[in-house]
Every structure is written in structure tokens, then in C-alpha cells.
């Protein structure tokens, strides 16, 4: 094998490993592990040393916890409370439009989106979120080493595995365009996250709050255009791979087919992840495709556990993606549009 399957069958022995472990396991938001396993496995890295591995866990954790920390000001003075939740939020993405690391700020945005729009309902739900949300990241990293433990980069043939842990660096963005890119994705994420604070319902949309919030990360140091057709692609990824995966489950409800088609998504959407020895040009739509499959089809299992109507809950939650896809999409053209001085840029 080449460096680039061995790190497809990686991806999808450890996102469906993580994803049987967490619903056997079956505690609260047990499907956030898979999600995280599979995030970090997407990327051409080695695995994670220990300091690594802490890191991931501390910042998730310290951003739900800052997230904790804006609500007495989102409820006794929301103007203030406001302003700094857009301070937050516009800071997590500008860390990645400026070369940061694309997995740090993916969890702060992830973490202050949720613990907001929860603790607007409920500060001991956020609590609860907190903890469970914690104890998902743990484990999700566990499963990203036992993944590179059971499949590693060795296993590749000796010509090319020798680069596969140093990918070539990314050049340095340009800081005006890194500020611009933060400030488009915080316009696509805010209002969302906004109307969630408002909504009385928000702990039930967890999973469309890690769309959203994962959007604007997506939408980071990319063109109008290939940022638009991007969001666009990867929600039809997932959602076509959530809804083949449901129509499946129905017919054969077992935990072992439901990771067994977790492990298939990676099989079929990770040669376009990874090619050679780096990334393929559309890596980021198809991983985050993989993403939104996960986080579409996983609460829906959940709900069916539950002896909710889980059925009805899929389509429901589906169309919100959808929606939330095209305010996106919608977002990205209107604000480059009034970009002075700026062109579209195609794909």
C-alpha cells in the first residue's frame, strides 16, 4: 500500500472503532467521539505525541468552559455579553485563516458555540454538556492512537513513508485576507448561533450547532465561489451517505453494521481525502462531508435507542443542514459581494 491508503484504512478502522466503543459504551453525546477521532485522522499527520494528545482535550474543554464563563453576560447584559461572544468567535476563526492549526480552531468555535447555546437554556444542561463533551474528546484521541497503533504509517511502502509524518507546509496567508476570511466566517456562523441562544429548543440541535460552527471553519482562507460550492458539496455528501445509511440501519439494526458503515463512508470518501503523500485538492470538502454524515446519521441512532421518533427526527434534522447550508452559502456570496476593492474567486 501507499502512504495515502494506509491512512484511508486508518480513518475508517478508527472512526468505526470509536463509533461501536461510544455506542456500546452509550453514554451522553457518545457520538462526539467518532466525530473527533475522525477530524484529527483526516489529517496527513503522525499520531499524536501525549503533549498533543492534552492539548486537544484542554482546549475543547477550555472553550466550553469560556463559553460558560460569557453567560452571566449574554443574560444580564447581552449587548456586552454579545460583543464578546463575536470577539470569541471572530478570534477562533482569524487563528485558523492565519495558519493555525485547522483542529484547534475548529474546537474552540465548536466549544463556544455549544456551551452559548445551551447554557441559554439551561446552565446545568451546559454542565452536563461539559462533562459529557470532555469525556467524548478523551476518548475520540484514544481511538486516533489506537487507530495509528493498529495501522501505521510503516505499513507503507519504505519510499514514500519516510516524508509521511513532515507534509510540506502551507504558505503563510496574507493577514488583511486572513482578518477577512475570519470576519466572512463569523457572519456565516453568528446569526445561527444567535437565533440557537434564542431558541428554547437549542440543546435538542446540537449536532446542526457542530454544522454551523464547523462551516465557518470550512469557509476559512477560501474563495466566495469555492467556499460556496464547498459548503454546498459536503452537505450533499453526507447527507446522501446519512440517508443510505438510515435506509440500511432500518433493514439491519445492528451495532456492528452501523459501524461497519461508518468504516465504509472513510473507504469511499477518504481517496478523496488523501492522495500521495498530502492531501487531495478537495480534501476538506469530503472530509467535511464525512463529517456531516457522521453527525447527521449518529444523534438519529441515538433517538431510535431512545424510543423517540427517530424517523421523523432524521428528516427534521436533515432539512435544518440543508437550510443552514444555504444560509452559508448565501453568506459567503453577499459579504465578499460588498468587499471593497475584491473579486470573486472561482474555483
Known amino acids: 500500500m501507499d502512504i495515502a491508503q494506509v491512512r484511508i484504512l ?38 499524536p505525541k501525549l503533549k498533543s494528545g ?28 454579545v460583543l464578546l461572544l463575536i470577539l470569541a468567535l471572530y478570534w477562533s476563526f482569524y487563528y485558523t485563516a492565519k495558519g493555525g492549526s485547522a483542529v484547534l480552531g475548529t474546537f474552540v468555535t465548536v466549544g463556544i458555540g455549544l ?34 497503533a493498529a495501522i501505521s504509517d510503516s505499513m507503507a511502502r519504505v519510499d514514500e513513508s519516510q516524508p509521511a509524518g513532515k507534509p510540506p507546509e502551507k504558505p ?36 446542526v450547532i457542530i454544522k454551523v460552527a464547523s462551516m465557518g471553519q470550512q469557509a476559512t482562507n477560501e474563495g466566495a ?9 459536503s452537505t450533499l455528501i453526507g447527507g446522501a451517505g446519512a440517508i443510505i445509511g438510515w435506509q440500511v440501519l432500518r433493514v439491519v439494526p445492528t451495532l456492528s453494521m452501523y459501524a ?11 481517496p478523496r481525502i488523501f492522495q500521495g503523500r498530502a492531501m487531495h485538492p478537495q480534501a476538506g470538502t469530503w472530509s467535511y462531508g464525512y463529517l456531516t ?11 431510535s435507542t431512545g424510543g423517540t421518533s427517530a424517523n421523523v427526527a432524521f428528516w427534521s434534522r436533515l432539512l435544518m443542514f440543508g ?25
Open 115 to 148: 456551551s452559548t447555546a445551551v447554557g441559554s437554556v439551561s446552565v446545568d444542561a451546559t454542565l452536563m454538556l461539559i462533562s459529557g463533551m470532555s469525556m467524548n474528546v478523551l476518548i475520540g484521541v484514544i481511538f486516533v492512537w489506537i487507530a495509528h
Open 293 to 303: 454524515m457522521i453527525v447527521i446519521l449518529a444523534p438519529a441512532v441515538m433517538d
Open 10 to 47: 486508518r480513518l475508517a478502522f478508527g472512526t468505526g472503532s470509536s463509533m461501536w466503543f461510544s455506542q456500546a459504551v452509550g453514554w451522553d453525546m457518545s457520538f462526539i467521539a467518532p466525530v473527533i477521532t475522525m477530524f484529527i485522522l483526516a489529517l496527513p499527520f503522525p499520531a
Open 260 to 270: 461497519l458503515l461508518i468504516a465504509l463512508g472513510a473507504l469511499i470518501m477518504g
Open 323 to 347: 437550510l443552514a447550508t444555504l444560509y452559508g452559502v448565501v453568506a459567503v456570496y453577499v459579504v465578499d459581494a460588498f468587499r471593497p476593492g475584491a473579486r470573486l474567486v472561482s474555483a
Open 172 to 207: 503563510q496567508p496574507d493577514l488583511a485576507e486572513a482578518r477577512w476570511s475570519a470576519f466572512r466566517s463569523l457572519l456565516i456562523v453568528f446569526p445561527v448561533a444567535l437565533w440557537f441562544m434564542l431558541s428554547s429548543a437549542s440543546t435538542a440541535y446540537v449536532p
Open 54 to 81: 492534552i492539548s486537544f482535550v484542554a482546549v475543547f474543554t477550555l472553550s466550553l468552559y469560556a463559553g460558560l464563563l460569557l453567560l452571566p453576560m449574554l443574560l444580564n447584559q447581552p449587548m456586552a455579553g
Open 225 to 233: 465561489r469555492l467556499a460556496g460550492r464547498s459548503l454546498i458539496v
